[in-house]
């Protein structure tokens, strides 16, 4: 009787061949030890800090804390603190191990936390029990399988693996789901069911753009129940389950919070500026993902080039079938095998292909990063793993993937490949990702004990004591660049509340104001407001400023933060910021401004009609410009200057998108100190517009056209503009 082959494909006198096999199996182990090994130095490191110093991530601990404190993070920015962004599941979820022990290292350990649950998913993936090896090695290589997929990770260029933010948690979240969804097969319970719903929106409300993920598991159980692959039942269990428990949670947080949660989760990321094109962000998304690519590659290419091997005498499909039926035949017996591996591997790849399109289209936003990609990069080595998997019901296949793995491991080493990954841009990750926390200074800590302090990244210091918790700069950052104000914190700064403070770095200027969209200068303007009331104090520690004794200083600054009411309507500071103040009813006052002329904008269109007195110092660089704005700037305006050698005289000129209409020297009142006062009428026009007219005294007349648009008002330092005889309609 003939003996039987074995099932590896290999016959007994390949015994040499057959432990070649498994010694490449072990290739994953190469990436895996030293990555695990630097996950848990990591941890331990951190666990040694009593105040690790969170940097940025700062933002997300006192988010945190304002949840342990009990208060909540979603309020009018005017009256109360305001949260980050983000949706609340990552705080809320530290601020329940602030109840078990207040320290600040939480939100780190949850990240690490996150990390190793999607290494564990990625080893769940990779292992099979039907594989040829001992199942030891089996379960060893998995693990290290999913090591791999972390050092993928770790070359995305913002990876933030060792940073507290939402983005390892959700994407931890979004993929056990999906994986979840994948397993449902053709009758699933009602509790599978239910368990990925919760899955999917824990992700949602941890960072609003797992969406992706939801979408595609949402599309794939509809169509599955479409073409009878899933028990209908189930598939319309699940949408409305996944619809009503979201809108319920979103209904139920705007009621509490009076709608501010919808304002600052979901509108405020729209009013702000896109910085980057889909060209550039389409560069940036291929440089991040060769490796996970070529992990990909190096697990699936011994079963794609199998399956091709195998099917290489079946190019026609049997009598009375259409290649189409074949392949959908074949389809349909992955979408309903009991063996889920063909469902995780093509619902993935449908993510990947989704995933990475929205990415690019998240980050158009400013300040957004190449972090919008860790899903999609995790979901490659999620789909890596399930290569790996397949590939060990054949241990030639097993083997030709142990050694592309060899390949992924040595290629990198060596200098060539390195100088064109640098070339390229690409990112090359160090296997062992060790990081190490410096503590928070301990004299920091102690003054913190016994005074109220504000520092820009270190608002929070005060929680242990009870607070008070004030927004940090990351958390009114993105307010400011939507538009809003932090004033509950800028009342603070003008009361003098807290015992030290620290000055604001002007770096983020350009994000606050989303590079001109909102109002510039503003981190300056509140750093003058600092030094009006803090003064440097030697024996404070990390350089604070300490409160300066007695009356207040500089009170009219109270004065100068809008949007200001006038002459009916409202004006909101915009190019070059400043001091722009309203001392008194219907008058605008330019008191200083770091830019060299600096906007007040109407927050509507309107129409413009009456009188306006204008004042300018007596300085050469005086101006004040009124403007009517087109799309893309002045459609008219009306420049007045101080006449060159004539103190007595100001200059007039009138534009008309961007060409002088015409100009004239009027005489101006002489006020006491050198200042010089014109009134200027605005009298509208359906004609063309024209050059002013001097009238009798110091007035003129202005032709503006009619018709409502926004009006601007563009002015030096010292300009005072007297509304009081305009009226601005809508």
């Not at 509809?222 to 996944?242: E, G, H, P, T, Y």
């Not at 604070?544 to 500089?554: D, N, V």
């Amino acid at each position: 009787m003939p003996r039987s082959r074995p099932a590896d494909g290999l016959g007994d006198k390949a015994r040499p061949a057959r432990l070649a096999a498994l010694a490449l199996m072990a290739s994953p182990l190469l990436f895996g030890v030293p990555v695990l090994l630097g996950i848990v130095v990591s941890l331990a490191r951190l666990l040694g800090l009593r105040y690790p110093y969170l940097g940025w991530a700062t933002t997300v601990n006192s988010d945190a804390e304002q949840l342990y404190l009990g208060h909540t993070l979603y309020q009018s920015p005017a009256h109360g603190y305001t949260g980050q962004i983000y949706t609340p599941g990552y705080p809320a979820l530290v601020s329940l191990f602030d109840r078990l022990y207040l320290w600040n290292g939480w939100a780190l350990v949850v990240v690490i936390l996150a990390t190793v649950s999607l290494i564990a998913l990625a080893a769940r993936l990779a292992y099979t029990r039907t594989s040829p090896a001992p199942r030891a090695l089996n379960l060893i290589a998995a693990v290290a399988v999913g090591g791999v997929a972390y050092w993928c990770v770790a070359s995305v260029k913002l990876a933030l693996l060792d940073e507290s933010r939402a983005d390892q948690l959700a994407w931890a979240l979004a993929l056990f789901g999906l994986i979840a969804v994948a397993d449902f097969g053709r009758a699933p319970s009602r509790r599978r069911v239910v368990v990925a719903v919760l899955l999917l929106s824990a992700a949602l409300w941890t960072k609003q753009t797992t969406v992706a993920v939801a979408l595609v598991a949402t599309v794939w159980v509809l169509a599955l129940a479409f073409f009878s692959c899933l028990d209908r039942r189930a598939a319309a269990l699940f949408v409305a389950l996944l619809c009503a428990l979201n809108l319920a949670l979103l209904l139920v947080l705007n009621l509490l919070t009076h709608g501010w949660e919808f304002y600052i989760n979901f509108e405020v990321a729209t009013l702000q500026g896109n910085e980057f094109t889909y060209g550039e962000n389409l560069v940036k998304g291929v440089q991040c993902i060769p490796l996970a690519v070529g992990f990909v590659l190096a697990t699936w290419l011994a079963r794609v080039a199998g399956a091709i091997w195998r099917r290489r005498d079946r190019d026609q499909p049997p009598p009375g079938q259409t290649r189409r039926d074949v392949i959908g035949e074949r389809l349909r017996r992955v979408l309903v095998a009991e063996d889920p591996s063909g469902r995780r591997a093509l619902l993935l790849a449908i993510y990947i292909v989704v995933g990475f399109a929205l990415a690019m289209y998240f980050m158009r936003k400013q300040g957004t990063e190449t972090n919008q990609l860790i899903g999609v990069v995790w979901a490659l080595g999620l789909l890596a793993a399930v290569g790996w998997r397949l590939a060990q019901r054949h241990l030639v296949a097993l083997a030709t993937s142990g050694a592309c793995v060899l390949a992924l491991f040595v290629l990198p080493q060596l200098g060539p490949i390195r100088e064109a990954a640098a070339s390229a841009d690409v990112s090359i990750p160090a296997l062992e990702q060790a990081e190490q926390w410096q503590p928070l200074p301990p004299e920091l800590i102690a003054y913190a004990r016994q005074h109220t302090i504000w520092m820009p990244l270190l608002s929070d210091l005060n929680v242990p004591e009870g607070g008070p918790l004030y927004p940090n700069y990351y958390n009114f950052a993105d307010l400011l660049a939507a538009g809003n104000q932090p004033l509950y914190l800028v009342h603070a700064l003008l009361d003098r509340r807290f015992d030290a403070v620290s000055y604001i770095p002007l770096e983020g200027e350009g994000y606050t104001s989303a590079s001109g969209k909102w109002e510039e200068n503003y981190l300056w303007k509140l750093d003058e407001v600092i030094a009006a009331r803090y003064a440097p104090t030697p024996e404070l520690p990390g350089g604070l400023l300490g409160r300066r004794p007695g009356p207040e200083k500089a009170a009219w600054m109270r004065d100068c933060f809008g949007p200001f009411s006038a002459a009916g309507a409202s004006f909101r500071i915009h190019h070059g910021g400043g001091f722009w103040c309203s001392f008194s009813s219907n008058h605008l006052q330019l008191v200083r401004t770091p830019a060299p002329l600096s906007e007040v904008l109407t927050t509507h269109p309107v129409h413009a009609q009456g009188a306006i007195s204008v004042r300018l110092e007596d300085h050469p660089s005086g101006q004040v410009e009124l403007e009517l704005l087109g799309g893309s700037g002045a459609e008219w305006a009306a420049r007045v200057t101080p006449a060159p050698g004539n103190h007595g005289e100001l200059a007039i000129a009138t534009y008309m998108k961007g060409a002088l209409l015409g100009g004239e020297l009027v005489k101006a009142k002489v006020l006491p100190g050198g200042g010089r006062e014109i009134q200027l009428e605005l009298a509208p026009t359906s004609a063309n517009p024209g050059a002013p007219v001097a009238g009798g005294g110091a007035e003129a007349t202005l032709s503006p056209p009619a018709g409502a648009a926004p009006f601007a008002i563009v002015a030096a330092s010292g300009a005072t503009l007297d509304l009081h005889d305009l009226r601005l309609t809508q």
